[in-house]
């Protein structure tokens, strides 16, 4: 199959606008509170908001997909996304923002279902698993860059000596002086538009979509419905979207109530190399999987992983702003791990099963933090956070009761016997 290298750069810019969009709420949540006057719980509806779109819209996204094929889906859901972008960017208030977070979500919840199929014909079949783990690199790129965007754009919107900035210049006329952070929606909002331009200009190849990629029918949703390894897998993955978001969410505001640090500087660089490490960490992951059985490379991560939430919640402040990242690390292949094992456990329709677990993402990320952040106004954010040693044990869990079909490939290493008197 021949490539086509410009829609391949095209997915891959795609997934790095994803992500920009999709995870600078966790850098936000200190100066959401502070400028609404709001409650930890109340700041997390907005995360409800973004997530539960992934939950209503993973599903439908497929059929719309096959329907009217690739390009007319993206164009409209990154037009769907730049007008969630700028309804915000306009009337940055908290009334608008839970509506508007929820269609910029559904956007980035479409995209995510068009895009890989489309890796999988531009780059070849035979490219795919190494172009989607650059993709995943591409993603986790800009999860690390989004805060620094952020920290960079509140430190020097309203400095004196900006003027020389044009962009800083054009976005202090347009944002009000006490949001400074509300910013970034006006950036947003033109990446995505810019986005829709060029996908104007550029020609999608047919895609002929495989039984996993495929939206299925109501008969096989059913069927898969009545399976408990169904909702294991369902309930497990959206624990870890929990794990993921509960933890990233929540990370500079405890720095700051509990250490003292700057959200706009410290804890956004703590978020920053928690989704930066992440990235790392798929990595030392794919070397691990390569070795041992996938199961027992989850056990070891969450192990892992429930180690540093300790040492960062009950920890000294200086060990907090080093635990809190490396959580990431060790979060990195809890995701494809349980998908992969959730895929293999089943013998047919593992498309249907996609859309199932892509629903897990949008549940999980939804509420978590909101669970997260009710516990913190109750009990204390320390305490609240103490709900993620229920999620990562969950996680943990499957590495103990899974039996998938066909188990992960590893390296046989074989020591050479030589015989007597050779």
Not at 88 to 96: G, L, N, W
Not at 109 to 138: K, M
Not at 170 to 187: G, M, N, R
Request: aromatic share 14%; charged share 10%; glycine share 8%.
């Amino acid at each position: 199959m021949a490539r086509n290298r410009t829609m391949v750069g095209l997915v891959l810019l795609t997934f790095f606008v994803m992500s920009l969009v999709t995870n600078i709420l966790n850098a936000l949540i200190p100066d959401i509170i502070s400028s609404y006057s709001i409650t930890l719980a109340v700041a997390a509806f907005l995360n409800f908001a973004f997530f539960i779109a992934y939950g209503v819209m993973s599903i439908p996204a497929g059929f719309w997909v096959e329907r009217f094929t690739e390009k007319p889906v993206m164009i409209v859901a990154f037009l769907v996304a730049t007008g969630g972008a700028l309804s915000f960017a306009f009337h940055p208030a908290y009334s608008v923002a839970l509506p508007s977070f929820f269609i910029i979500g559904a956007g980035m919840a479409t995209l995510q279902v068009a895009i890989n199929p489309l890796l999988r014909v531009s780059g070849g079949e035979e490219h795919f698993a190494f172009n989607s783990a650059f993709a995943q690199l591409v993603f986790g790129l800009a999860s690390f860059v989004s805060p620094r965007i952020y920290s960079y754009l509140v430190q020097n919107l309203n400095r004196p000596g900006s003027e020389s900035n044009p962009l800083l210049v054009v976005l202090a006329k347009l944002t009000p002086a006490a949001l400074p952070w509300a910013s970034i929606y006006w950036i947003f909002a033109l990446l995505t538009a810019l986005m829709v331009v060029l996908l104007g200009f550029l020609r999608f190849p047919k895609v002929e979509h495989t039984a996993e990629e495929s939206a299925g029918s109501l008969q096989m949703y059913t069927s898969l419905l009545r399976r408990p390894t169904v909702w294991a897998f369902f309930l497990c993955v959206s624990a870890y979207v929990a794990c993921e978001q509960g933890t990233a969410n929540w990370i500079s505001k405890f720095l700051s109530v509990y250490h003292g640090y700057d959200p706009h500087t410290t804890g956004a660089a703590a978020v920053s190399w928690f989704w930066g490490l992440m990235t790392a960490g798929c990595f030392i992951g794919m070397g691990l999987l390569k070795l041992f059985d996938s199961r027992k490379v989850l056990i070891g991560f969450s192990i892992a992983a429930l180690l540093c939430l300790t040492t960062a919640l009950f920890g000294p402040s200086h060990v907090a702003l080093y635990a809190f990242p490396c959580i990431g690390l060790f979060a990195s292949i809890m995701w494809p791990v349980l998908v992969s094992l959730a895929l293999n456990s089943v013998a047919e329709h593992h498309g249907p099963f996609t859309g199932i677990l892509s629903t897990g993402i949008g549940v999980g990320g939804a509420f978590g933090p909101v669970v997260i952040g009710w516990l913190g106004d109750h009990l204390g954010l320390r305490n609240g956070m103490c709900f993620l040693y229920l999620t990562y044990g969950c996680v943990l869990s499957v590495g103990f009761w899974a039996r998938p079909l066909i188990s992960n490939a590893t390296i046989q290493l074989k020591k050479a016997v030589t015989e007597p008197g050779t």
